[in-house]
T-cell receptor, first 112, second 110 residues
Framework: DADVTQTPRNRITKTGKRIMLECSQT?????MYWYRQDPGLGLRLIYY???????NKGEISDGYSVSRQAQAKFSLSLESAIPNQTALYFC???????????FGEGSRLTVL | AQRVTQPEKLLSVFKGAPVELKCNYS??????LFWYVQYSRQRLQLLLR??SRESIKGFTADLNKGETSFHLKKPFAQEEDSAMYYC????????????FGKGTLLTVNP
């Protein structure tokens, strides 16, 4: 069951293009996150949101922006994509009580 | 500064051998620690958390505050344990922060 759904799953784009990655969840969680995964660097937090009116920068927010359209939707945008933003991007939600993260399947982005 | 260190990028063992994936942390408060696993072509998922003190798929992890460690152990590795493992730490309160280690890729050979 796809509690956390990411679209697109794969995207190839060119330098300078605007890209949006979308995430939707059916878990009813207030907390949502965007991570980036790179080989040898693990998971790094880009942005997180604890509710619809709350947006916070993570450790690598430069070059990215987010929008929390509803409790269930959290989008990540690259205003002007560059090659070093080529990575696997994960959306996640969390249970505020336990802290457990629930991840989407990932969106693989390639910037040429 | 809050930090999670997984010293081994790669770990290879034979089926039936014991396995230990190391995780050390740096945090001044009382940490909440987790292990997440990513099997091939699957999404990241929680393996276990230190608060629950449970064993999942034969894995256990004990929080050692003196050594600031949360190593993941299994006495007899199975081929299906081959995956990427991430240790993670949450600091709570008003200064919320979640930090992942860089991960260890475990390969269990037949």
């Amino acid at each position: 069951d796809a509690d956390v759904t990411q679209t697109p799953r794969n995207r190839i784009t060119k330098t300078g293009k605007r890209i949006m990655l979308e995430c939707s969840q059916t878990k009813g969680h207030d907390r949502m996150y965007w991570y980036r995964q790179d080989p040898g660097l693990g998971l790094r937090l880009i942005y997180y949101s604890f509710d619809v009116k709350d947006i916070n920068k993570g450790e690598i927010s430069d070059g990215y922006s987010v929008s929390r359209q509803a409790q269930a939707k959290f989008s990540l945008s690259l205003e002007s994509a560059i090659p070093n933003q080529t990575a696997l991007y994960f959306c996640a939600t969390s249970d505020a009580g336990t802290g457990e993260l629930f991840f989407g399947e990932g969106s693989r982005l390639t910037v040429l | 500064a809050q930090r999670v260190t997984q010293p081994e990028k790669l770990l290879s063992v034979f089926k039936g051998a014991p396995v230990e994936l190391k995780c050390n942390y740096s945090y001044s408060g009382s940490p909440e620690l987790f292990w997440y696993v990513q099997y091939s072509r699957q999404r990241l998922q929680l393996l276990l958390r230190h608060i629950s003190r449970e064993s999942i798929k034969g894995f256990t992890a004990d929080l050692n505050k003196g050594e600031t460690s949360f190593h993941l152990k299994k006495p007899f590795a199975q081929e299906e344990d081959s995956a990427m493992y991430y240790c993670a730490l949450i600091s709570g309160g008003s200064n919320y922060k979640l930090t992942f280690g860089k991960g260890t890729l475990l390969t269990v050979n037949p």
